[in-house]
C-alpha cells in the first residue's frame, strides 16, 4: 500500500516542483539525480505482477500473457531510459496503449482493480515522460 502512496510523488519528481530548496520533497531530490529509472522499473513489476494475480485469481491466461507482453515492454523501456534519458519512445508507446486499453476498460466497468488501478498508473507514467520529453532539448 505505501508504494502506491509514493508512486505520484516519484513518479513526478523530475518536475520543476524540486527546484526550490526550501521544498517539503527535497527529501525526494536524489532520485532526480540517479541514472537508473526505478519509476520505470517499478512500473514494469507493477504490470507483470498484475498479469499474474490476475492468472491466479481467475485463471485467466490472456491476464497472465498481456502482463508478462507488456510489462516486459515497461522493462525494456526502463532499460533503455536508463542507458539513455533521450531514448523514452518504448516507455511513452507502452504506458500510452495501457492507458487507451485499461482506460477504456475502467470506462466500461468503473472497477477501480484491476483496470482503474493500471489507467491510473499507466497516466502518471505518460505524464512523467512527456514532462521529461519537454524538459529535454531536443538533439538533432
Known amino acids: 500500500m505505501l508504494l502506491y502512496l509514493l508512486l505520484p510523488q516519484l513518479v513526478f ?3 520543476s516542483v524540486l527546484q526550490h530548496p ?10 532526480s539525480n540517479m541514472s537508473v529509472d526505478w519509476v520505470g522499473y517499478g512500473y514494469a513489476a ?7 494475480v490476475g492468472y491466479v ?6 491476464s497472465l ?11 525494456l523501456g526502463a532499460y533503455q531510459i536508463s ?29 477501480l482493480m484491476p483496470a482503474g488501478l493500471m489507467a491510473g498508473a499507466s497516466l ?5 515522460l512527456s514532462l521529461a520529453l519537454l524538459q529535454k532539448p531536443q538533439s538533432t
Open 13 to 15: 519528481v523530475n518536475s
Open 124 to 128: 502518471l507514467m505518460v505524464g512523467k
Open 22 to 31: 526550501d521544498s517539503p520533497l527535497d527529501i525526494l531530490t536524489y532520485v
Open 57 to 62: 485469481k481467475a485463471g485467466s491466461v490472456p
Open 46 to 52: 507493477l504490470i507483470a505482477s498484475g498479469g499474474v
Open 83 to 111: 542507458n539513455d534519458p533521450n531514448n523514452i519512445w518504448v516507455s511513452l508507446a507502452t504506458s500510452g496503449a495501457l492507458t487507451g486499453i485499461m482506460g477504456k476498460r475502467f470506462y466500461a466497468s468503473r472497477k
Open 65 to 75: 500473457a498481456a502482463g508478462a507482453l507488456f510489462g516486459g515492454l515497461a522493462g
